[in-house]
């Protein structure tokens, strides 16, 4: 990928995109070339089926194909200065490991600076080998960060639903998955089955968490950020 691109002598970097960096549209920018652009986010989305530390930087850059523009493409050339610095890093399937799944969940809430949707982050763990990821910008529109890590939460238990009916079909029974959270707030109002006036405008469809919690499918656990 990085001779393909012309970036097999540039510098590594420690870290695929920094804290500072603030994507935008960009409309007063120099245009970059979309084809090499659209080539290079393909090749980078490919590579995060075995790369999960790309994925949050890929996904945000990809929003931009349809108009890049030269900061985007600076952007896009980190990631591939990253890899290059990281060649030796991927993921560990140790043999005989168990089967205990524990979901991790974090969002941000207003991040986006095109629209101010959510990011959400899901990463599922079986003991220490990570078997499922992905960063996804939402549809939905939070109005505070309780809102936000709510509606990540759901998207986190759609995944636990599949990892489910997935080990299922090989035997395996799951009863209880924890979902491990940061945010309090979204945490009661999971477990809290009233429902209160100020959360009211969150969709019905979301307030199935507090049914399957109820149930025992899932659990909801505070973590340290």
Not at 66 to 92: M, N
Not at 176 to 202: C, E, F, S, W
């Amino acid at each position: 990928m990085l001779k393909k691109f012309g970036l097999e002598d540039s510098k590594p970097m420690k870290n695929p995109m920094s804290t500072a960096t603030k994507l935008m549209k960009d409309e007063e920018g120099e245009s970059a070339d979309n084809t090499k652009y659209r080539g290079m986010i393909g090749s980078l989305l490919y590579l995060t089926a075995i790369r999960p530390d790309i994925m949050f930087s890929v996904c945000l850059c990809a929003r931009f194909q349809e108009d890049p523009k030269t900061s985007h493409l600076e952007a896009v050339k980190r990631i591939f200065r990253y890899i290059k610095g990281t060649t030796h890093l991927g993921l560990w399937y140790p043999k005989g490991s168990g089967i205990e799944t524990v979901v991790y969940v974090d969002s941000d809430h207003a991040r986006d600076y095109v629209d101010r949707k959510i990011t959400s982050g899901i990463c599922t763990f079986m003991r220490c080998c990570l078997t499922s990821w992905f960063s996804k910008k939402q549809t939905a529109l939070a109005i505070s960060t309780t809102e936000a890590k709510y509606v990540s939460t759901g998207k986190a238990f759609q995944q636990v639903l599949w990892m489910k009916q997935a080990l299922t079909d090989y035997g395996i029974r799951l009863d209880d998955i924890p979902i491990m959270y940061d945010n309090k707030g979204a945490i009661d109002l999971i477990k809290n089955p009233v429902q209160y006036p100020r959360t009211k405008h969150i969709e019905i469809r979301h307030h199935f968490l507090r049914d399957n919690v109820q149930k025992g499918n899932i659990s909801i656990e505070k973590v340290l950020s």
